[in-house]
């Protein structure tokens, strides 16, 4: 895998180095430019554009709602781009707007979400992490640890990428999980994550899917309810706030699928692609990563940066 991203990475850097020609290229993602994960993304996409001199628009619908994506999408491909990258959270609602872009003869790149159905929609690759095996590695992590029953708590039920993590989670935790729904409100998801430890004394484990959204809310409520040092919380994607936790031992560990080579790497892929023809020849895997107490510190600075 190292091997791979460091081929990857060099082709990238063809980009960089070769003053690019005008090349156009559309992002559309489900995940709006304001939400602390998603900006990191823009920010990935925005350097990559600035690196290659590609014309690059970020374009998402202000709530998750895959209708508006999808006629994002369809004018998008109204537009006539050298390329698109998109996430695909919900293939069957997607699908169809993506397969009329490669019908059209537009470079497709997926990223984030969708790596298992991304190659048979048309896409060229997907820049991503398979969220179900980064789940089962949390699962098991957290077993490690000690963890008999767990909370896994997903504000986005029915994205396939966040449904999938709390499988893998329960997969690989072994115990008891229970999948506690919520919004992506982080008030909501304290008070509801504080009702369920409250509530049942025997859970000892709380998932998150998303570290600002909801990882310091976990961290909060498990404050709020005396747990320090007997509920262990954990958490998918990074905030300064929540590697705070994680290097003050008050969170076990967050999951680093370095959300910004999805936005940078597709946007010098598809560069490279409408000047050169070059492609990587698979997925790219941009993570998982663990970062537990010993290396937390050292990547706070980078993700208020808006980098990790």
């Keep these: 895998m190292k091997h791979f991203l460091k081929s990857t990475l060099a082709a990238a850097a063809l980009a960089i180095a070769t003053p690019a020609l005008a090349t156009d290229i559309i992002v559309v993602s489900h995940g709006q430019a304001s939400d602390p994960f998603w900006s990191v993304v823009k920010n990935g996409v925005e350097k990559a554009a600035a690196d290659t001199g590609a014309n690059v628009e ?80 949390a699962g098991e992590k957290m077993a490690e640890m000690g963890g008999t029953k767990a909370l896994c708590v997903n504000h986005e039920v029915g994205n396939v990428s966040l ?96 959300q910004y080579l999805q936005g940078y790497l597709p946007v010098a892929f598809l560069a490279l692609h409408a000047q050169y023809g070059l492609i990587p020849g698979g997925n790219v895997p941009s993570g998982p990563n663990l970062i537990t107490a010993d290396k937390a510190a050292q990547v706070v600075e980078l993700s208020a940066k808006g980098i990790r």
């Design 163 to 258: 449904d999938d993590r709390c499988a893998g989670f329960a997969e690989g935790f072994g115990g008891e999980v229970i999948v506690l729904p919520t919004t992506n409100d982080p008030s909501e998801i304290e008070a509801k994550v504080k009702a369920s430890l409250d509530s049942d004394e025997s859970i000892d484990t709380v998932m998150a899917l998303g570290a600002s959204l909801a990882g310091e809310p976990a961290v909060a409520a498990v404050k709020a309810v005396g747990g320090e040092g007997s509920i262990r919380v954990g958490s998918f994607d990074l905030s300064a706030g929540f590697l705070e936790s994680v290097a003050a031992g008050e969170a076990a560990f967050a999951i680093d699928q370095q």
């Design 58 to 137: 970020y374009r998402a619908p202000e709530t998750f709602d895959m209708v508006a994506m999808s006629q994002l999408i369809d004018a998008a491909v109204n537009q006539e781009p050298d390329g698109i990258v998109v996430s695909i959270p919900d293939a069957d609602a997607l699908g169809p707007s993506i397969e009329k872009a490669v019908a059209a003869g537009i470079a497709v790149i997926s990223m984030n979400s969708g790596s298992n159905v991304s190659k048979g929609l048309g896409a060229l690759l997907h820049v991503g992490q398979e969220e179900f095996d980064a789940g089962k590695a």
